[in-house]
């Protein structure tokens, strides 16, 4: 066919197919294998792809689900997996009926006595790719670029700060895209609990950043965060408008002042955005703050709970920022508590296009009952839950996810 249509046309055309037709088409000939692989095609088809989605709302979800003998969360977002029985990762589609579009197997390349955790944690998703890092409950240096649609997938080099070469240390991660340099950026905040980066006698608690580029396939050297400030082990990531973002604290206020976290991926700086004003007041120590992007995708969200609570004394508060990095725009959105003596809320895991928020609760704390979390979507706007039917897994992720083939031009990408 290549010897009678013309090359725009072939072009048209394999744009308009879907990933695994396309990774098919790749074999069929060399020119056709050339053209799909060229990363102006790869962005073309992905663009093709959100445009199609937005337009007729076949958006997808990515649920990463484990189930385990122990499983436990302690202050803050640090939680532990113990006894692995499951793990498995699906795709749903992002509708009113929540209907399953595929499973998907992988195959990790780290051997388990490699692993530091018992399963890798999804930090964040962007155009198809998955950024696993081996952070659930310890440190280990794994990290691994995966592209679950054409079951491909890119290692990472070790990062240069590592226990052997700072000692003690907190850390939390995030990944990007740089759409001025078609770039995939892994970037990763450790912060020196003992002082060993930095001779000055204030050097402990100071946190530093280093960058993983894809495209240049390795880590920059480690500098200062500045601002200076406390880190949450694996604070979840929300990346809206070219920043990532993570909740932090002044280190050098007196008293804990929250602030939020962003870091600019094509610059490569850092600035502050300021939380909702009347935390200011009522922030404690011991609240629990999880940053994530808005419904619309244009904006931030902020889940706020106390896990120092009782149960039944639990609640949820939710956040918008409906005009992104203007700290008047907050504004508080509903505030949840348990609805029954045998629930008690644990956390939200994300805006689902809609502008319905999924929520994990758990059952069975009292009469007796075995324990199960299960997953609800919550209507903001009439305050009714939802089940989502999947209550198998002791430890959720919940991530927007586009089908792409992103890493299909790489040859360091190994099949999983």
Same mark, same amino acid.
Request: net charge negative; aromatic share 12%.
């Given at each position: 066919?290549?010897?009678?249509?013309?090359?725009?046309?072939i072009?048209?055309?394999?744009?308009?197919?879907?990933?695994? %037709?396309?990774?098919?088409?790749? =074999?069929v000939?060399?020119s056709w294998?050339?053209?799909?692989?060229?990363?102006s095609?790869?962005?073309a088809h992905?663009s093709?792809?959100?445009n199609?989605?937005n337009?007729?709302?076949t958006?997808?979800?990515l649920?990463?689900?484990?189930?385990?003998?122990?499983?436990?969360?302690?202050?803050g977002h640090?939680? =532990?997996?113990h006894?692995?029985i499951?793990?498995?990762?699906s795709?749903?589609?992002?509708?009113h009926?929540?209907?399953?579009y595929?499973k998907?197997g992988?195959? =990790?390349?780290?051997?388990?006595?490699?692993?530091c955790?018992?399963?890798f944690?999804v930090?964040?998703?962007?155009?198809?790719?998955?950024?696993l890092?081996?952070?659930l409950?310890?440190f280990g240096?794994n990290?691994?670029?995966w592209?679950?649609s054409?079951r491909?997938l890119?290692?990472l080099?070790?990062?240069?700060?590592?226990y052997?070469?700072?000692?003690g240390?907190?850390?939390?991660?995030?990944?990007a895209?740089?759409?001025?340099?078609?770039?995939?950026?892994?970037v990763?905040?450790v912060?020196d609990q003992?002082?060993?980066?930095?001779?000055?006698?204030?050097?402990a608690?100071?946190?530093f950043?280093?960058?993983?580029s894809l495209?240049?396939g390795?880590w920059?050297?480690?500098?200062f965060?500045?601002?200076?400030c406390?880190?949450n082990?694996? =604070?979840p990531?929300?990346?809206?408008?070219?920043?990532l973002? !993570?909740?932090?604290?002044?280190?050098?206020?007196?008293?804990?002042?929250?602030f939020?976290?962003?870091?600019?991926?094509?610059?490569?700086s850092?600035?502050?955005?300021?939380?909702p004003?009347s935390?200011?007041s009522?922030?404690?120590?011991?609240?629990?703050?999880?940053? %994530?992007?808005?419904g619309?995708?244009?904006?931030l969200?902020l889940?706020?709970?106390?896990?120092?609570?009782?149960?039944?004394?639990?609640f949820?508060?939710?956040w918008?920022?409906?005009?992104?990095?203007?700290q008047?725009? !907050?504004?508080?959105?509903?505030?949840?508590?348990?609805q029954?003596?045998?629930?008690?809320?644990?956390?939200?895991l994300?805006f689902r296009?809609?502008?319905?928020?999924v929520?994990?609760i758990y059952?069975?704390r009292y009469r007796?009952e075995?324990?199960?979390?299960?997953?609800? %979507?919550?209507?903001?706007?009439?305050g009714?839950l939802k089940?989502?039917?999947?209550?198998?897994?002791q430890?959720?992720?919940m991530?927007?996810?586009e089908?792409?083939?992103?890493l299909?031009?790489?040859n360091?990408a190994?099949?999983?």
């Amino acid at each position: 066919m290549s010897d009678y249509l013309p090359h725009e046309v072939i072009t048209n055309i394999l744009l308009r197919l879907p990933v695994k %037709s396309l990774v098919i088409c790749t =074999s069929v000939c060399k020119s056709w294998g050339s053209m799909i692989k060229n990363s102006s095609f790869i962005r073309a088809h992905l663009s093709r792809t959100i445009n199609f989605n937005n337009l007729h709302g076949t958006h997808l979800l990515l649920l990463h689900g484990v189930s385990c003998r122990s499983y436990s969360r302690s202050f803050g977002h640090h939680q =532990s997996v113990h006894g692995l029985i499951e793990e498995a990762y699906s795709l749903h589609y992002d509708n009113h009926v929540f209907d399953e579009y595929c499973k998907i197997g992988f195959q =990790s390349p780290i051997a388990d006595g490699e692993m530091c955790n018992e399963c890798f944690r999804v930090v964040g998703v962007c155009n198809g790719l998955v950024f696993l890092a081996d952070d659930l409950s310890h440190f280990g240096y794994n990290f691994i670029i995966w592209n679950p649609s054409i079951r491909k997938l890119v290692t990472l080099p070790k990062p240069g700060l590592r226990y052997q070469t700072v000692g003690g240390y907190n850390a939390c991660h995030g990944f990007a895209f740089d759409a001025i340099t078609n770039d995939y950026k892994v970037v990763r905040l450790v912060e020196d609990q003992m002082g060993d980066m930095d001779d000055s006698e204030d050097a402990a608690n100071q946190t530093f950043v280093e960058v993983y580029s894809l495209a240049a396939g390795s880590w920059s050297d480690p500098r200062f965060v500045d601002p200076q400030c406390k880190i949450n082990i694996g =604070s979840p990531q929300a990346f809206v408008n070219g920043a990532l973002h !993570w909740d932090a604290c002044d280190l050098t206020s007196s008293s804990y002042r929250y602030f939020i976290l962003a870091f600019d991926v094509s610059s490569e700086s850092f600035r502050e955005i300021m939380m909702p004003k009347s935390l200011d007041s009522d922030l404690q120590i011991n609240l629990t703050l999880q940053l %994530s992007v808005s419904g619309d995708g244009k904006s931030l969200a902020l889940f706020m709970t106390d896990p120092t609570e009782e149960e039944e004394d639990s609640f949820l508060d939710i956040w918008v920022m409906k005009e992104y990095s203007v700290q008047e725009s !907050w504004t508080k959105l509903i505030t949840l508590r348990p609805q029954g003596p045998v629930e008690s809320l644990l956390k939200a895991l994300c805006f689902r296009k809609s502008g319905e928020v999924v929520l994990e609760i758990y059952h069975g704390r009292y009469r007796g009952e075995k324990a199960r979390i299960e997953l609800y %979507s919550l209507d903001l706007a009439s305050g009714q839950l939802k089940t989502l039917g999947i209550s198998r897994y002791q430890y959720y992720t919940m991530d927007t996810y586009e089908e792409s083939i992103v890493l299909l031009d790489r040859n360091d990408a190994v099949s999983c």
